[in-house]
Every structure is written in C-alpha cells, then in structure tokens.
C-alpha cells in the first residue's frame, strides 16, 4: 500500500507508515533539516497521505529546478508560466529601481534587464536596496550580486551606462515592460518620449509624486493610455524639506512592481 | 469642435472642480496649447503629452473628437 505525499514540492508516492527517516533517507540522505506540513520535525513522525515535507541540507543551493519549484510554491497557482516567459526592463536602480527588481526577481521573472550608471553612495542607503559593504561599487554590480543570493538562476541583463534617446531602444526593446525609475525629473521625461515613440509593444510604468510621508494611499494608478501608467500621487516632488523616504519610496515601488506582474498577466489591458 | 482634456495629478486643479476629463469646445485649427491655455494651465507645465494615445506636443493642431492627455514629471526615485 502506498500514499501520495509532496516532497520538495514535487509529488510522489511512499510507503504506507513510512516515518519521516525514511522518506528522508529514500529521497535525500544527507539532508539535515526535515520540515513536515511547515514545522521542523526530528525524523520520527509518521507520515501521512497528503502530507508536504520539505528536506534540505543547511547552507547548500538548491538545483534551478529545485529552487523554482520551491518558490513557486508560494505563487498563486497558474501565474508562473507566464511570468517566466516575461521580461521587464527597470531604468534606473535607486530607490525604485532597486526594489523593483528586487520583486521581479523574487517572482522568478524570465529576464531582467537593468541600467543605471551610477555608483552606490552612502545617501543612498536611507531607501534603496544596497549595503554599507557595497559602497563605491557600480549599482548595476552591486544590484546584481544582491539579486544572485536571492535567486542565483535567474537571467539578468545588465547595462552600466546612462540611457539616452539614442540606447533606450537597443537596451530595452524585447521588453515586455519598462519600468521608469529615475530620480530626475528630465531623465524621467526623456524615457517616457522616446520609450513613447520607440518602443511601440513594450508598456511603460513611469513614476511622478511619491516624495515625503503623506498617507500610502495616496499612491495611486494613473492610466494615461493603454501603454502609458504613471504611480505616485503626481503631487509630491521631492526638493529641499520634503525628502525621499524608504516607505513611501517603497510603497511606490512595490505599486510599479504589481503593475508590472498584472500587465504581464494580461489583467490591466 | 469638441476636444476632451484628462489632465492628471497636480493638472487637475485646472480643471473645473477638480475632475480628471474634461470637454471643451475649441476653434478650427487649434493646437494643444490652445486648448490648455483656455484652462490656465502653464506652458511648461504638462511635459507629456499624448493625443489618442500618442505622443504630442502643443504646437499639435487637433482635430474634432481628440482625446488630449497630459500630466506633470516630478523628481523622486
């Protein structure tokens, strides 16, 4: 007699009354952490159908496939496949831009392509993903080691140069979407025209007002046209008493980051 | 003929009470900017504009019917 049970998130078939040492030394021998249904077990307990064990050994990467399926798993159900097939372009890795990237990557997103020119500077670090041991490095570099410890699979592009009206369609145009992630407001300008007029099927989340604490709701979804949204409240500028502050910033961010997954799905035509 | 204006954002408050569309009446062979003007709304204000989705800009002469859209860029990243 057997029960199906799901291990590693992938399912299998093991032996009625089969104890959790078992299915460890059947599947993965030299595991040393056992998680059954969610809780870390010692190896004694008696498995049963349906159940959900996870084995791992502390400190090791999982494989690609392993990996996917492991996060996956926390996706709502259908949505992988089409994220995979995605691939979204970020201008600009400051506070946005960062974290942006930061979600796609978590999302297990098919390609990211990243450009920015910058270096990380100690200011930097009141809202955008970087670390003190980063400082001085270019933010492309530093940008794509911190997304590799999440996700060592997937497929980043990357362009250490500042975007242009005569690079924007060389670096971003198989992209499904661009995020716009500038801190300036001419730089901002200048990707919205020329992504406008140059990148005819890649959809554009530009951001315009998103400085200071006002409240979180304020950040809201501007549908310009069918290719063209803006996030932010499209009031606050950042200038001198009203800075760029991480929860805001981020609030913002994670609103382009969720446009961009909806567009990818198809539920924002 | 009859244009329709969406300004977003802080361009709204050019707009009557605030709402986000709008229409106005305009003259044979008015521009973007004619259009605006009749709302107060600054010259260097609006920095992207789209006509039926398109991108314009104020010297564009419009036609019965456009739809006009603009919004202001901040800085902040």
Same mark, same amino acid.
């Given at each position: ?8 998130? $992938?399912e299998?078939e093991i032996s009625?009354?089969?104890t +959790?040492d !078992? /299915? ?8 040393d ?6 809780h870390?077990g ?8 349906g159940?959900?064990i996870v084995?791992? $050994?502390r400190?090791? /990467?999982?494989?690609?496939h ?7 798993a926390?996706? @709502? ?6 994220v995979k097939a995605s $691939? ?5 890795l ?10 796609m990557a978590r999302?297990g ?5 990243l450009a920015?020119f910058d /270096?990380v500077?100690?200011?930097n670090?009141n809202r ?15 940008l ?6 999440v996700?060592p699979?997937?497929?980043i592009?990357?362009?250490d140069l500042k975007l242009a009206?005569?690079n /924007?369609h060389?670096?971003?145009?198989s992209c499904?979407v661009?995020v ?9 300008e200048?990707l919205?025209k020329?992504?406008l007029?140059?990148?005819p099927?890649?959809?554009?989340? !530009? !951001?315009?007002?998103?400085a200071?604490h006002?409240?979180?709701e ?7 046209s069918?290719? +063209?949204?803006v996030?932010?409240?499209?009031? @606050?500028e950042a200038?001198?008493?009203t800075g760029?502050?991480a929860?805001?910033v981020?609030v913002?961010a ?6 961009a997954?909806?567009l990818l799905l198809?539920e924002?035509? | 003929?009859v244009?329709?204006v969406?300004l977003f954002g #802080?361009?709204? #408050? ?5 709402t986000?569309v709008?229409?106005a009446?305009a %003259?044979?062979g &008015?521009?973007?900017?004619?259009v605006l003007d009749?709302?107060?709304?600054p010259r260097?204000k609006?920095?992207?504009?789209l006509? #039926?989705?398109?991108? &314009?800009?104020l010297?564009h ?6 739809v006009v %859209? %603009?919004?202001?860029?901040?800085p902040?990243?």
């Open positions: 007699m057997t029960i199906q049970i799901t291990m590693n998130e $992938r299998v009625t009354g089969s +959790l !078992a /299915v460890r030394t059947s599947f993965k021998p030299d595991a952490l056992l998680v059954l249904n969610g870390v010692d190896g004694g307990e008696s498995i049963a159908e159940d959900e084995l791992l $050994r400190g090791e /990467v999982p494989d690609a392993e990996l996917e399926s492991l996060l996956v926390r996706h @709502t159900p259908g949505i992988h496949g089409k $691939r979204v372009g970020v201008a600009g400051g506070g946005l831009g960062s974290q942006v990237a930061i979600a999302m997103i098919g390609r990211l392509v920015d /270096v500077v100690p200011s670090l955008q993903q970087y670390f003190v041991d980063q400082i001085g490095m270019r933010k492309v570099d530093a794509s080691e911190t997304l590799r410890r996700n699979y997937v497929a592009e990357t362009h009206p005569g /924007v060389e670096v971003f145009g499904d661009l716009e992630a500038f801190d300036r407001a001419d730089q901002k200048m919205i020329t992504a007029d140059r990148l099927d890649t959809r554009i989340i !530009a !951001a315009s007002g998103l200071g006002e409240p979180s304020t950040i809201g979804i501007h549908r310009v069918p290719r +063209l949204f996030v932010g409240d499209l009031q @606050t200038r001198p008493g760029l502050m929860p805001r981020g913002a994670h609103t382009q980051a969720n446009l997954l909806r198809g924002e035509e | 003929m244009i329709t969406k #802080n361009l709204r #408050n050019y707009l009557p009470e605030r986000t709008c229409s009446e %003259a044979d &008015s521009t973007v900017g004619d009749r709302f107060g709304v260097d609006p920095r992207i504009i006509v #039926n989705s398109y991108r &314009s800009r010297e002469v419009l036609e019965d019917g456009d %859209a %603009a919004f202001q860029v901040l902040g990243g």
